[in-house]
């Protein structure tokens, strides 16, 4: 087959952040070290996982509960774990937070020029990993306020919209990294024989409607009444398909392409559902919206909330702009 990379210029990560930015200026110098070391991150787990059901010990639970009250897999370790590493030598950032870590985790050497926060869902769809199924990880980076090492990391609690990049690595048949840094959304192919991304489509726009609704309708007793009539509405409407995967970046990056709406919306037990807001719906949200669709909980958007401890969790509507307004619609209107 033909080489495709050979008729386009190669458009590497970095560059890329480079070309959007003013390259010399610090900021832009930083963020696209920043996003280097993320892109680093994504080939270590890529690359465990291409060999997974190969090696002893990547698959598997650790018989560890996270603060989450989930059981942990070696995967999510392992990729934790890669997360800290990358960004121990980078210098650039003073403080993680993570899906898998209770309190965030500070790296005191890199704090007196580290003024980023890298807020991340290590592995997000944990239970595909012993399927050899999609897996993705999302990362945000936010500049951190203050010196003092606060385990509260109270200066998180501002809306999205203060995230200075943010995006997710696809772990499915290749691996691929979608990122924003408010200048629209763009995606990269990991080319696995160079070991870089190579930009594969630049300002991504979603479809303003869909066909695809993506959805655990497992949960259909458990959900609101509105969100069980959104759902018979979409059932007895022609041109609807469903596809939920267990990984919401895979879902998510789907709806991204070709349009529609993924929920995850609150149950009588757990009204704010259960995806964690700093780290999953407030980095998506923010892909989401710079591609031109929209995110919401059902009464605001998504990236004017403000959390009120790290791990919180929101409901999420998220996708193409007349699928979101049409969940919506339900939920305010009852129609
Ligand atoms: P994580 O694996 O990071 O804990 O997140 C899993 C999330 C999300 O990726 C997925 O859409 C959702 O949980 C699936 O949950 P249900 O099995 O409840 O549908
Ligand atoms: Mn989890
Ligand atoms: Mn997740
Ligand atoms: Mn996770």
Redesign the pocket.
């Known amino acids: 087959g033909s080489d495709r990379t050979l008729d386009r210029d190669c458009t590497t990560l970095s560059r890329h952040v480079l070309q959007q930015l003013q390259s010399f200026s610090p900021e832009a110098q930083d963020l696209s070290a920043l996003m280097n070391r993320i892109a680093l991150a994504g080939k270590l787990v890529a690359r465990r996982l291409s060999h997974a059901g190969l090696m002893e010990g990547v698959l598997g639970f650790t018989g560890e509960v996270n603060v989450?009250g989930?059981s942990v897999k070696k995967m999510d370790v392992y990729a934790n774990d890669v997360f800290i590493s990358v960004f121990k030598q980078s210098g650039l950032v003073c403080r993680l937070a993570s899906?898998e870590m209770e309190k965030p985790y500070y790296i005191p050497e890199n704090c007196p020029i580290g003024r980023y926060t890298l807020l991340y869902?290590p592995?997000?769809?944990?239970?595909n990993t012993d399927n050899n199924l999609s897996l993705g990880s999302i990362f945000s980076i936010r500049k951190q306020e203050g010196d003092d090492v606060d385990e509260t990391a109270s200066d998180l609690f501002t809306p999205g919209r203060n995230q200075i990049a943010a995006g997710y690595i696809l772990y499915g048949p290749s691996t691929m990294l979608v990122y924003t840094i408010g200048k629209g959304v763009h995606s990269f192919t990991l080319d696995p024989s160079l070991g870089e991304f190579i930009l594969t489509q630049e300002n991504i726009k979603i479809p303003d409607k869909g066909s695809v609704y993506s959805v655990?309708e497992g949960n259909f007793w458990q959900w609101d009444e509105s969100i069980r009539e959104y759902v018979r509405y979409v059932h007895r409407t022609e041109g609807y398909s469903a596809r939920y995967s267990?990984?919401?970046?895979s879902?998510i990056h789907r709806v991204l392409l070709q349009g529609g709406v993924f929920l995850?919306p609150g149950t009588r037990e757990k009204p704010e559902g259960?995806?964690r807001l700093l780290y999953e719906t407030a980095p998506l949200a923010f892909v989401i919206e710079q591609a031109g669709g929209r995110a919401t909980t059902g009464h605001m958007e998504i990236l004017d909330v403000v959390a009120k401890k790290l791990h919180q969790r929101t409901p999420l509507i998220i996708g193409s702009k007349q699928d979101v307004a049409k969940v919506e619609s339900f939920i305010q209107n009852g129609h």
């Not at 267990?246 to 970046?249: I, K, L, N, Q, S």
């Open positions: 989450q989930e899906e869902d592995i997000d769809g944990s239970s655990n267990g990984a919401m970046v879902d995850y259960k995806l």
